[in-house]
T-cell receptor, first 112, second 117 residues
Framework: QKEVEQNSGPLSVPEGAIASLNCTYS??????FFWYRQYSGKSPELIMS????GDKEDGRFTAQLNKASQYVSLLIRDSQPSDSATYLC????????????FGAGTRLFVKA | EPEVTQTPSHQVTQMGQEVILRCVPI?????FYWYRQILGQKVEFLVS????????KSEIFDDQFSVERPDGSNFTLKIRSTKLEDSAMYFC???????????????FGPGTRLTVL
């Protein structure tokens, strides 16, 4: 069974702080990794995709991938109250992209 | 900006009834997906569809479920005989164009909330 694991939280950070979200996955052959944001009652919204080991930055967001450790993380700098949401880690366990496995998500609260 | 649309936004049905959830993927996309999310739980993959056939399906996607692309724009999920446990949010997603066939980015629709009574 291919799994994606996340700490369910909630993670609470003050406004302006760095929020750090973590994810591990079980399928060592996974090639594509994603972070989605989901507001309550809404659909997942893609924040970042990452395919290679190392860091990838996009604005206030940095995704980090370590395939040897089967670990993906998301850093949110200068956290804002509007960042309060559930963050979903997702993995494509094969190269065809025909299936995406989601983690259960980490709830983030940013306190003003 | 193009987007995935889904109808209806909320469907209420009686146990044992058939329901059809409808999706209009982004027009030039080639891969289509259905996911479901039971309230408070994770997003679960149901099925993917490419070139007019199912590419992959999960254990959840049993004989009660079917998908169809009846024309050039719609992508439907049919649940033949609904059960209480089918109550969930169902999301459609699409990705990949002829020019960027292998792009992994999936675009999600707003979802249909299915309530089975």
């Amino acid at each position: 069974q291919k799994e994606v694991e996340q700490n369910s939280g909630p993670l609470s950070v003050p406004e302006g702080a760095i929020a750090s979200l973590n994810c591990t996955y079980s399928d060592r052959g996974s090639q594509s990794f994603f972070w989605y944001r989901q507001y309550s009652g809404k659909s997942p919204e893609l924040i970042m995709s990452i395919y290679s080991n190392g860091d990838k930055e996009d604005g206030r967001f940095t995704a980090q991938l370590n395939k040897a450790s089967q670990y993906v993380s998301l850093l949110i700098r200068d956290s804002q109250p509007s960042d309060s949401a559930t963050y979903l880690c997702a993995v494509n366990p094969d190269t065809g992209g025909f299936k995406t496995i989601f983690g259960a998500g980490t709830r983030l609260f940013v306190k003003a | 900006e193009p987007e995935v649309t889904q109808t209806p936004s909320h469907q209420v049905t009686q146990m044992g009834q058939e329901v059809i959830l409808r999706c209009v993927p982004i027009s030039n996309h080639l891969y289509f997906y259905w996911y479901r999310q039971i309230l408070g739980q994770k997003v679960e993959f149901l099925v993917s569809f490419y070139n007019n056939e199912i590419s992959e399906k999960s254990e959840i996607f049993d004989d009660q479920f079917s998908v169809e692309r009846p024309d050039g724009s719609n992508f439907t999920l049919k649940i033949r005989s609904t059960k209480l446990e089918d109550s969930a949010m169902y999301f459609c997603a699409s990705r990949g164009t002829v020019e960027k066939l292998e792009t992994d980015t999936q675009y999600f629709g707003p979802g249909t909330r299915l309530t089975v009574l």
